[in-house]
């Protein structure tokens, strides 16, 4: 039942609340991060690069922070708290495992943010493709992952 609840709350009164909403470009210079080009990449290059981490910050709360909670760091936010994307992969022992846990949350992180969350016509999340650098993206990822362990671990 509460599970409906909610379920109801986030389909009939969280979505006309987020509808119409933009994508803005953060004003990051992404130029200290190795540039990746045109073609999204489908897993994370920048994992242990702490120039990624705290441009990712900068990124994150500028584009993400109103939906998602400033600093990724609260789950009072509307929109889900990204903290928990990578707990499962975090979670596998085995290291072949886990990367392989990681190539999938990676390409479902890509997927998410360059298409948004458009469902039965409504935005829940603007798309991000054209608007957001793929080098920011990625920077934002590891600076959530950051946040998570930071809170968990
Ligand atoms: C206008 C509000 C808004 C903004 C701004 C926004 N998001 Fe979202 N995002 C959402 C909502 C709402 C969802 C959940 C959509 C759904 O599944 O119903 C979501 C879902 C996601 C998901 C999938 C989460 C999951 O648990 O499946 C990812 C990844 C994501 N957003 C990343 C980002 C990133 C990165 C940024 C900044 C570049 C961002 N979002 C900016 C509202 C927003």
Known sequence: MPLLVSLFLLVFLAAPALAGE????????????????AQWLTANPY????????????AYNQACARCH??????????APDLR??????????????????????DDYFAHSVRHGKIIVGVTHMPPWEGVLKQELAWAIQVFIEAQARGARE
Do not use: F
């Open 47 to 58: 994992r242990g690069n702490a120039v990624a981490v705290d441009l990712g910050r900068l």
């Open 84 to 105: 928990n994307l990578d707990r499962y992969c975090r979670r596998i022992a085995d290291a072949e495992l886990q990367a392989a846990c990681l190539r999938d949350n």
């Open 22 to 37: 933009v994508a803005v470009a953060p004003e990051v210079d992404a130029s200290a991060l190795p540039t990746l080009g």
């Open 69 to 78: 909670g400033a600093d990724a760091a609260t789950r009072a936010a509307p």
